[in-house]
C-alpha cells in the first residue's frame, strides 16, 4: 500500500457492539472494568487483550500508534504528552541497563539541547556533543565516550544540516549504540528505520498534527526496545490524552497531502529570494550549493527537501527583527509544520540559552529566520516575504 493510503487507513477501527466506526472515537475513559474481577486479572496479566488504566494503554492512543507505526514502518509505538516527552521516553528507554553515555549533534532542537545540557548531565548521564555533518569528529566522540545511545534529528534545527544516517549506523554499531532520530521535520521524506535506525522520535506537534491545535510526541521503535519502552512509559506516565491523540490521528489523514504543499512551497520561496539583496544567506536542503547536498539527494526524494527555509537577513538582530515585524500573513510563532506559514528568530528565542561563540559556532547567526512554509498559495507567502524584506 502506498503511504498516501496508509495515512488514511492505518489505526486503530475496533468494532463497538454490532459496529465499527469509520474514525477513531475519543476514549475519555481513565479506566475500564469487566463484567468479573477474573476477566481485569486476566487482562492485567494479559492473558486477555483489553484495557485496565489509561497510563497503561488507550484506545484512542492506541489508533494513534498504529497508525504512526504504519507510517515510520516500525514494530511499535508510544504516544507521549509531547515531543519533548518522546524525546525523553527514548533516551531513558534507550539508556536502560547500559552506560549513561550520549553522544548528540550539537544542532538540535532548543529544548532537546536544554534537557542534554542542564537535566541528564546532572542525573550522572555523560553527554558529548559534536557535529554529526563531520563522520570523523562522530567517531572520536563515540571512541572517546563509549556511549549506548547516538542522537540526531534528521533536519536540524534551526540550521538544516542533514547527517549521514548510514554512516552514523555505522558508528552506532561498531560502538553497540543505539541510534535514535527525531524526524519531526521530514515525515515521509525520510524513512529512518530504512538506514537503521532503532528509534525515530516525532514532536507530533508539528507535521504529523499539521494545525497548530495540540501538543504531542512519538516513539516508533524496532522490535527490540518494545518492552524497554513500555516499561518506561508506564512508569514515567508522560502519555498523551485521547483528545490529543484523535486530533493527531485527524491530522494525520492529510499528511502526505500537506506535505507535498509545503515541499513545493519552500522551494519556490528558496528560487525567488536566493539572490534578494537583503538576504545575506539563504538556507535550504534542496539547494544544490547545500554542503549536504550529497546527502540530502540519497535520503530524500528528488525535489522534495522538507517545508523549512532560513532566511540570514542582512543587518543582525535589527534586520531580523525589522523583517519579522513587517510580516503579515506569515505569522512569528515558535512552532513548525502547520497550514500557516510560521517565523522564528533562533537566536534570541529557541536557541537564546547558547552563548554567541557557541552560536556562531553551529550558524545560527543573529541574522537567520527559520520559516516553516505553510500551505497557503505560493502567490501570498511570496508577496508577503517580499514586503517585509523591501524595507531592509
Ligand atoms: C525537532 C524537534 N524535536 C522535538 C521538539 C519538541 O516537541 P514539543 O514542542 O512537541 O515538545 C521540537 C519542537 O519544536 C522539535 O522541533
Not at 526524494?301 to 517545508?307: D, E, H, S, T, V
Amino acid at each position: 500500500m502506498k503511504p498516501q493510503t496508509t495515512l488514511v487507513h492505518a489505526g486503530d477501527r475496533r468494532r463497538l457492539g454490532s459496529y465499527i466506526p469509520v474514525s477513531t472515537p475519543i476514549f475519555s475513559s481513565s479506566s475500564f472494568f469487566y463484567e468479573s474481577i477474573g476477566e481485569l486479572a486476566d487482562v492485567f496479566a494479559e492473558r486477555q487483550p483489553g484495557q485496565t488504566y489509561a497510563r497503561m494503554g488507550n484506545p484512542t492512543s492506541e489508533g494513534l500508534e498504529d497508525l504512526t507505526k504504519a507510517l515510520e514502518g516500525g514494530s511499535c509505538a508510544f504516544a507521549t504528552a509531547s515531543g519533548m516527552g518522546a524525546v525523553h521516553l527514548a533516551l531513558m528507554a534507550g539508556l536502560l541497563d547500559r552506560r549513561p553515555a550520549i553522544v548528540a549533534a550539537d544542532v538540535l532542537y532548543g529544548g532537546t539541547l536544554e534537557l542534554l545540557r542542564s537535566v541528564m548531565p546532572r542525573t550522572g548521564i555523560e553527554v558529548r556533543f559534536c557535529d554529526f555533518c563531520d563522520l570523523e569528529g562522530v567517531q572520536r566522540a563515540a571512541d572517546e565516550v563509549g556511549p549506548s545511545v547516538l542522537l540526531v534529528e534528521t533536519l536540524s534545527n534551526p540550521c538544516l544540516r542533514v547527517a549521514d544516517l548510514d554512516k552514523i549506523r555505522d558508528i552506532a554499531t561498531a560502538h553497540n549504540a543505539l541510534m535514535l532520530v527525531d524526524n519531526t521535520f521530514t515525515p515521509l521524506l525520510i524513512r529512518p528505520f530504512d538506514h537503521g535506525a532503532d528509534m525515530v522520535i516525532h514532536s507530533a506537534t508539528k507535521y504529523l498534527a499539521g494545525h497548530g491545535d495540540v501538543l504531542a510526541g512519538v516513539v516508533v521503535a524496532q522490535e527490540e526496545h518494545r518492552e524497554a519502552l513500555r516499561h518506561s512509559q508506564r512508569c514515567l506516565g508522560g502519555n498523551i490524552g485521547p483528545f490529543e491523540a484523535f486530533l493527531v490521528m485527524r491530522g494525520m489523514k492529510t499528511l502526505a497531502l500537506r506535505m507535498r504543499q509545503h515541499c513545493s512551497n519552500a522551494r519556490k520561496v528558496f528560487e525567488a529570494l536566493r539572490d534578494h539583496p537583503a538576504v545575506e544567506r539563504l538556507i535550504y536542503p534542496g539547494d544544490p550549493a547545500h554542503p549536504d547536498a550529497a546527502t540530502v539527494a540519497a535520503l530524500m526524494p528528488a525535489g522534495q527537501a522538507g517545508g523549512a527555509v532560513g532566511i540570514d537577513v542582512k543587518g543582525g538582530i535589527p534586520g531580523a527583527y525589522r523583517f519579522v515585524d513587517k510580516l503579515r500573513l506569515v505569522k512569528t510563532s515558535a512552532s513548525i509544520g502547520d497550514m500557516t506559514t510560521l517565523a522564528l528568530h533562533p537566536s534570541t528565542a529557541t536557541h537564546r540559552m547558547l552563548s554567541q561563540e557557541e552560536r556562531d559556532a553551529i550558524g545560527v547567526t543573529d541574522g537567520l529566520v527559520r520559516l516553516s512554509v505553510g500551505g497557503e498559495h505560493i502567490d501570498d507567502i511570496l508577496a508577503d516575504l517580499r514586503q517585509a524584506l523591501e524595507t531592509q
